[in-house]
């Protein structure tokens, strides 16, 4: 298709009436980037998902876009008012609680990762891992379980082995720095990372 007809076919189907061939072109080229409404118009001209046309969603507002819901649709699954919720896509700041917060999950079907980072609650997922590693994983199981929602079961593998890796990391790092405080910079590098761990050693890595 030509940027002329695909300006054309969002014209006239989905009411984007000042999209012209040039704007898609800038499009193509990354020099602009379409705005919501654009980009869902865009993609049904295209006969594709909005999520074909981004990156990993990363903020409230892409992983709406990415799922193709509706702002009022998501205010209603979530209980609340439609205003309060653009506002928190506008700041890229959710604020819900709990309840709104697995609800919100829900509605854009949001996998683990994305449903912690998304919520606020990635920091405390850090901490916890942390200190999974540092003293006894079996201790933190529940807790971690209970945040990422996930059975205990399938995380003893995943925290065991990171355990293992941050104690072999800190014996390796002591051995070459001999006890200095030089000794702690890749474990201190492990657990600046430790979120990404975690997801990684997950089935699917996600």
């Known amino acids: 298709m030509e940027p002329g007809h695909v300006a054309y076919g969002m014209r006239a189907s989905f009411g984007t009436t000042h999209v012209s061939p040039e704007h898609v072109i800038a499009w193509e080229r990354g020099t602009h980037v379409p705005d919501p409404t654009e980009l869902t118009a865009l993609a049904a001209a295209l006969w594709c998902r ?3 046309l981004m990156g990993r969603p990363r903020t409230l507002l892409e992983h709406r876009i ?3 819901v509706p702002a009022e649709e998501v205010a209603r699954a979530t209980g609340l008012p439609f205003e309060a919720y653009l506002a928190m896509e ?3 700041r959710w604020t819900g609680d709990k309840g ?3 609800r919100l999950g829900e509605v854009l079907a949001l996998p683990a990762r994305d449903f912690i980072a998304i919520t606020g609650l990635e ?3 850090s901490g916890l891992l942390a200190e999974a590693v540092t003293t006894r994983w079996q201790a933190h199981v529940r807790a971690i379980a209970k945040l990422v929602s996930m059975d205990r079961r399938d995380l003893k593998a995943p925290l065991s082995a990171m355990q293992q890796e941050y104690q072999a990391l ?9 006890g200095t405080t030089a000794s702690g910079e890749d474990g201190r590098r492990y657990i600046e990372h430790i979120v990404d761990h975690f997801w990684s050693r997950l089935p699917g890595g996600s």
Do not use: I, K
């Open 50 to 52: 909005p999520s074909e």
């Open 66 to 68: 990415a799922r193709g």
């Open 90 to 92: 506008e700041a890229g």
């Open 100 to 102: 709104q917060s697995v």
């Open 123 to 125: 920091e405390e997922l």
């Open 170 to 178: 800190m014996a390796a790092t002591l051995s070459r720095a001999g």
